[in-house]
């Protein structure tokens, strides 16, 4: 089977699965805010976030390294795992006992209690990135998408059971946090074994080739990481825990299309691309770029449209704070992955530092706007969140069309005709509802459902009107993923 064959069928595999165990996910996360008030989830969200920046900071671009560099090298695989494993051990353990350090600093008093339990979970997940990263490396998609699908399943049913039927509270959230770890990892490390795992003498060279090659790239994740987790640390600095939780809950529900849906296809990209030769890999960012882009924008926009009815539905009145935050916040799974097919190219080409850079820039974009539009109330400031991550998407873009000579006008096309595709979707749903609530049908429930109706049955109309080109692709690779199972 060939490089982008086996990588379409990954893509497919990853998605499918993610999107069936977020849907559970969903819908357990959805029960849970009857359960838990905003300020107990603030909380537990910013001790998470806390655990994960300790997992960044002490994690220099290891698993890139496996990916680009480490193929068919046992001796490599080995420096890479003992350095990977050693670096978060000794970081993860000192984020564990700074919790009195931040409690005063983002409002939450009940942060040290959460935080030694979220960072064995992220420990846990760290152990097990190295065979994670070997089954990437082998394009075996479908284990990890398994192993990932089954640790989300976990989490849920773990995490809504102890909190409905105990006193934990968010505790519930950090034991469903531990038992994923330890399903995923598990899972991983049996479609693995051991044997990539073949012991060598220990090189310093090796070491300091790791350490250069990763440096540039950790920093670039770390950059990531804060650009798209540190602004729930700020909204509990400036709007308090309560604000806090509510915009982690629009957050992570705008989010669910670009992570789920598209990040599911990007993670392929980078051993895909590794594979093809320079030119190969300009025509595969513009091909995945108008796929991506066809995949995730409608669930993007549709959220978006939906959200007034859907939250009046799903939620209960102490959250319906979401419903304005995920019509501004929706914007993210748009402008987000504009940029990751280039993010990639740029990665299978080694070229760590210009990632670095970039992933700097959206850092100090996003703080730029937050601390602009804060005095604007928690709405306005999740708005210009979205501002930051479409000016760096574009940038990114810019980057490679000036220094590669990427084809502008197809990567332009390959993300505004499904745009407008969008747009013409969105257009009609929110005047079905315009006219709906005219007529005295008003009840959220009857508003939703019709809108996801009119949404569903509009998109594809207007998908093969201004994107022609890229839906019959995308048919053709749905087709061919499913006639090899």
Same mark, same amino acid.
């Given at each position: 089977?060939?490089?982008?064959?086996?990588?379409?069928?990954?893509?497919?595999?990853?998605?499918?699965?993610?999107?069936?165990?977020?849907?559970?996910?969903?819908?357990?996360?959805?029960?849970?805010?009857?359960?838990?008030?905003?300020?107990?989830?603030?909380?537990?969200?910013?001790?998470?976030?806390?655990?994960?920046?300790?997992?960044?900071?002490?994690?220099?671009?290891?698993?890139?390294?496996?990916?680009?560099?480490?193929?068919?090298?046992?001796?490599?695989?080995?420096?890479?795992?003992?350095?990977?494993?050693?670096?978060?051990?000794?970081?993860?353990?000192?984020?564990?006992?700074?919790?009195?350090?931040?409690?005063?600093?983002?409002?939450?008093?009940?942060?040290?209690?959460?935080?030694?339990?979220?960072?064995?979970?992220?420990?846990?997940?760290?152990?097990?990135?190295?065979?994670?990263?070997?089954?990437?490396?082998?394009?075996?998609?479908?284990?990890?998408?398994?192993?990932?699908?089954?640790?989300?399943?976990?989490?849920?049913?773990?995490?809504?059971?102890?909190?409905?039927?105990?006193?934990?509270?968010?505790?519930?959230?950090?034991?469903?946090?531990?038992?994923?770890?330890?399903?995923? /990892?598990?899972?991983?490390?049996?479609?693995?074994?051991?044997?990539?795992?073949?012991?060598?003498?220990?090189?310093?060279?090796?070491?300091?080739?790791?350490?250069?090659?990763?440096?540039?790239?950790?920093?670039?994740?770390?950059?990531?990481?804060?650009?798209?987790?540190?602004?729930?640390?700020?909204?509990?600095?400036?709007?308090?825990?309560?604000?806090?939780?509510?915009?982690?809950?629009?957050?992570?529900?705008?989010?669910?299309?670009?992570?789920?849906?598209?990040?599911?296809?990007?993670?392929?990209?980078?051993?895909?691309?590794?594979?093809?030769?320079?030119?190969?890999?300009?025509?595969?960012?513009?091909?995945?770029?108008?796929?991506?882009?066809?995949?995730?924008?409608?669930?993007?926009?549709?959220?978006?449209?939906?959200?007034?009815?859907?939250?009046?539905?799903?939620?209960?009145?102490?959250?319906?704070?979401?419903?304005?935050?995920? /019509?501004?916040?929706?914007?993210?799974?748009?402008?987000?992955?504009? $940029?990751?097919?280039?993010?990639?190219?740029?990665?299978?080409?080694?070229?760590?530092?210009?990632?670095?850079?970039?992933?700097?820039?959206?850092?100090?974009?996003?703080?730029?706007?937050?601390?602009?539009?804060?005095?604007?109330?928690?709405?306005?400031?999740?708005?210009?969140?979205?501002?930051?991550?479409?000016?760096?998407?574009?940038?990114?873009?810019?980057?490679?069309?000036?220094?590669?000579?990427?084809?502008?006008?197809?990567?332009?096309?390959?993300?505004?005709?499904?745009?407008?595709?969008?747009?013409?979707?969105? $257009?009609?749903?929110? $005047?079905?509802?315009?006219?709906?609530?005219?007529?005295?049908?008003?009840?959220?429930?009857?508003? /939703?459902?019709?809108?996801?109706?009119?949404?569903?049955?509009?998109?594809?109309?207007?998908?093969?009107?201004?994107?022609?080109?890229?839906?019959?692709?995308?048919?053709?690779?749905?087709?061919?993923?499913?006639?090899?199972?």
């Amino acid at each position: 089977m060939s490089v982008g064959k086996r990588a379409a069928t990954g893509a497919l595999w990853s998605a499918a699965s993610s999107i069936s165990a977020r849907i559970v996910g969903l819908i357990g996360t959805l029960y849970m805010t009857r359960l838990l008030a905003p300020e107990v989830v603030g909380e537990v969200s910013a001790a998470m976030v806390l655990a994960q920046s300790a997992n960044w900071m002490s994690n220099w671009g290891f698993n890139h390294y496996m990916i680009v560099r480490g193929k068919d090298s046992p001796e490599a695989t080995y420096h890479v795992a003992i350095t990977n494993w050693s670096f978060a051990i000794i970081g993860l353990s000192i984020a564990a006992f700074l919790g009195p350090v931040f409690e005063p600093v983002f409002n939450a008093p009940e942060l040290t209690a959460y935080l030694p339990g979220l960072v064995l979970s992220v420990l846990i997940r760290r152990l097990g990135a190295v065979p994670d990263k070997v089954l990437a490396r082998d394009m075996r998609f479908r284990e990890l998408a398994i192993a990932n699908g089954a640790g989300e399943l976990l989490f849920t049913i773990t995490a809504l059971t102890l909190a409905s039927s105990t006193s934990l509270g968010g505790q519930s959230i950090v034991v469903g946090n531990i038992v994923q770890s330890v399903v995923t /990892t598990g899972l991983i490390v049996r479609a693995t074994g051991v044997r990539w795992f073949q012991r060598s003498p220990w090189q310093w060279v090796r070491f300091v080739e790791i350490m250069r090659f990763g440096i540039p790239v950790g920093a670039g994740q770390v950059f990531n990481f804060a650009s798209r987790y540190w602004d729930n640390l700020l909204f509990a600095r400036y709007f308090g825990t309560g604000v806090a939780g509510t915009y982690n809950m629009a957050y992570n529900l705008a989010d669910i299309p670009a992570v789920q849906v598209g990040e599911q296809m990007s993670g392929v990209l980078l051993p895909a691309m590794s594979s093809l030769s320079p030119e190969q890999r300009k025509a595969a960012v513009v091909r995945s770029t108008g796929l991506m882009s066809l995949a995730v924008f409608p669930l993007a926009v549709g959220l978006g449209a939906v959200s007034q009815s859907l939250i009046a539905v799903l939620l209960s009145d102490e959250w319906q704070g979401v419903a304005p935050l995920l /019509t501004v916040l929706s914007v993210l799974s748009v402008v987000r992955p504009m $940029g990751w097919g280039v993010m990639s190219y740029l990665a299978s080409f080694g070229r760590n530092r210009t990632l670095m850079l970039l992933e700097a820039a959206k850092v100090v974009l996003l703080f730029a706007c937050i601390l602009s539009f804060r005095h604007l109330g928690p709405t306005w400031t999740a708005g210009s969140v979205g501002l930051a991550f479409g000016v760096q998407s574009l940038l990114t873009i810019g980057v490679v069309v000036e220094i590669d000579g990427l084809p502008l006008r197809p990567m332009i096309g390959a993300f505004l005709r499904p745009l407008l595709a969008c747009a013409a979707m969105a $257009g009609a749903v929110l $005047g079905v509802r315009a006219g709906m609530i005219a007529a005295g049908f008003d009840r959220p429930l009857y508003l /939703t459902l019709v809108e996801i109706v009119v949404g569903a049955v509009v998109y594809p109309v207007a998908a093969f009107v201004f994107a022609r080109s890229i839906a019959t692709d995308f048919l053709n690779q749905l087709k061919r993923a499913l006639k090899r199972g």
